[in-house]
C-alpha cells in the first residue's frame, strides 16, 4: 500500500515540477516581450527628440535633414526587428500554453468570434507586431524622404516665418 502511494506522491511532485517549469518559462517569455517593448517605445521617442532638436539647433537645410534621416532610419529598422521579436515571443508562448494545458488537461479557451474578429489580429501578440510593422513603413518613408531631400532630390521646403 505505501508503494502504491509513495508512487502516487511521486507522481504528484513531478507534475508540480513540471508545471512549475513551464510557468516560470512562460513568465519569463512574457517579461522578455514587456521589457523589449518599453524598451523600443524609449527608443522612438529619444530618435525622434533627437531628429527634432537636431534639425531645430542646425535649421531646416537639406545636410540637416539629411543627416537626421539616418537614425530615423536606424530606428525603423529596430522596429522592425521588434515585430520580429514579437512574433518570436507569440511562438513560444503558444507553445507554453500548450505544454501546460497538456500537462494539466485543459481544452484550450474558445474565443467569442463577431464579424469583427475577422477585421483584427487574432492576437495581442500579432496587434503588438501590425503596429510595430506599421511604425515601421512610416518611419522608412519619413526617413527616405528626408534622405532624398537631403541629397537634393526634392525642390528646397519653403518656409514661412510667423510673427507672433
Same mark, same amino acid.
Given at each position: 500500500?505505501?508503494?502504491?502511494?509513495?508512487?502516487?506522491? /511521486?507522481?504528484?511532485?513531478?507534475?508540480?515540477?513540471?508545471?512549475?517549469?513551464?510557468?516560470?518559462?512562460?513568465?519569463?517569455?512574457?517579461?522578455?516581450?514587456?521589457?523589449?517593448?518599453?524598451?523600443?517605445?524609449?527608443?522612438?521617442?529619444?530618435?525622434?527628440?533627437?531628429?527634432?532638436?537636431?534639425?531645430?539647433?542646425?535649421?531646416?537645410?537639406?545636410?540637416?535633414?539629411?543627416?537626421?534621416?539616418?537614425?530615423?532610419?536606424?530606428?525603423?529598422?529596430?522596429?522592425?526587428?521588434?515585430?520580429?521579436?514579437?512574433?518570436? /515571443? /507569440?511562438?513560444?508562448?503558444?507553445?507554453?500554453?500548450?505544454?501546460?494545458?497538456?500537462?494539466?488537461?485543459?481544452?484550450?479557451?474558445?474565443?467569442?468570434?463577431?464579424?469583427?474578429?475577422?477585421?483584427?489580429?487574432?492576437?495581442?501578440?500579432?496587434?503588438?507586431?501590425?503596429?510595430?510593422?506599421?511604425?515601421?513603413?512610416?518611419?522608412?518613408?519619413?526617413?527616405?524622404?528626408?534622405?532624398?531631400?537631403?541629397?537634393?532630390?526634392?525642390?528646397?521646403?519653403?518656409?514661412?516665418?510667423?510673427?507672433?
Amino acid at each position: 500500500m505505501n508503494s502504491v502511494l509513495d508512487g502516487q506522491s /511521486q507522481d504528484t511532485e513531478l507534475m508540480k515540477l513540471r508545471v512549475e517549469y513551464w510557468h516560470k518559462r512562460l513568465e519569463h517569455t512574457l517579461q522578455h516581450t514587456q521589457t523589449a517593448t518599453k524598451l523600443i517605445y524609449l527608443a522612438d521617442g529619444a530618435v525622434l527628440g533627437f531628429c527634432y532638436f537636431w534639425i531645430k539647433a542646425l535649421g531646416v537645410s537639406r545636410p540637416s535633414i539629411g543627416t537626421a534621416s539616418l537614425p530615423l532610419l536606424l530606428l525603423a529598422v529596430m522596429n522592425y526587428l521588434h515585430a520580429g521579436l514579437i512574433g518570436n /515571443q /507569440q511562438s513560444w508562448y503558444n507553445g507554453i500554453d500548450a505544454r501546460l494545458r497538456i500537462l494539466l488537461d485543459q481544452p484550450q479557451v474558445e474565443h467569442q468570434k463577431t464579424w469583427l474578429t475577422y477585421l483584427f489580429p487574432k492576437s495581442t501578440h500579432r496587434t503588438y507586431q501590425a503596429i510595430h510593422l506599421a511604425i515601421c513603413l512610416a518611419l522608412l518613408i519619413a526617413g527616405v524622404s528626408m534622405l532624398l531631400y537631403g541629397f537634393g532630390i526634392f525642390p528646397v521646403i519653403p518656409l514661412h516665418s510667423v510673427k507672433p
